[in-house]
Nanobody, 127 residues
Framework: QVRLQESGPGLVKPSQTLSLTCTVS??????????WNWIRQPPGKGLEWIGS???????YYSPDLNGRTSVSRDTFKNHFTLQLSSVTPEDTSVYYC???????????????????WGQGTQVTVSS
């Protein structure tokens, strides 16, 4: 049973970098045929795919975030991270990590696109 858990600061100031970690247990993030994703859901909006990293270490990003996104992994610690730079209040959202068997390359996603989810963590961008 794979388990994912998001962690990181719940409050970030505008212009700073949002940093989150997804800790994975029950499966290796280096196992073949899986992608490890970050998704967010702003207040009153649908699920938005941010980016992902594959089992081979290849990284994929939503073009809607204009290059502000970086996803990394540490296979020894079995976690992967999100960094979103130059944040504004519009980046306020619940942030999720999730596993998928398919490569996601479109912004608007459905919950069923991902087979395993973390519980999510609220991040507020405010001064």
């Amino acid at each position: 049973q794979v388990r994912l858990q998001e962690s990181g600061p719940g409050l970030v100031k505008p212009s700073q970098t949002l940093s989150l970690t997804c800790t994975v247990s029950g499966a290796s993030i280096a196992t073949a045929n899986y992608f490890w994703n970050w998704i967010r859901q702003p207040p009153g909006k649908g699920l938005e795919w941010i980016g992902s990293i594959g089992d081979d270490g290849n990284r994929y990003y939503s073009p809607d975030l204009n290059g502000r996104t970086s996803v990394s992994r540490d296979t020894f610690k079995n976690h992967f991270t999100l960094q979103l730079s130059s944040v504004t209040p519009e980046d306020t959202s619940v942030y999720y990590c999730a596993r998928s068997t398919r490569l996601i390359l479109h912004t608007n996603v459905r919950r069923d696109d991902f087979e395993s989810w973390g519980q999510g963590t609220q991040v507020t961008v405010s001064s």
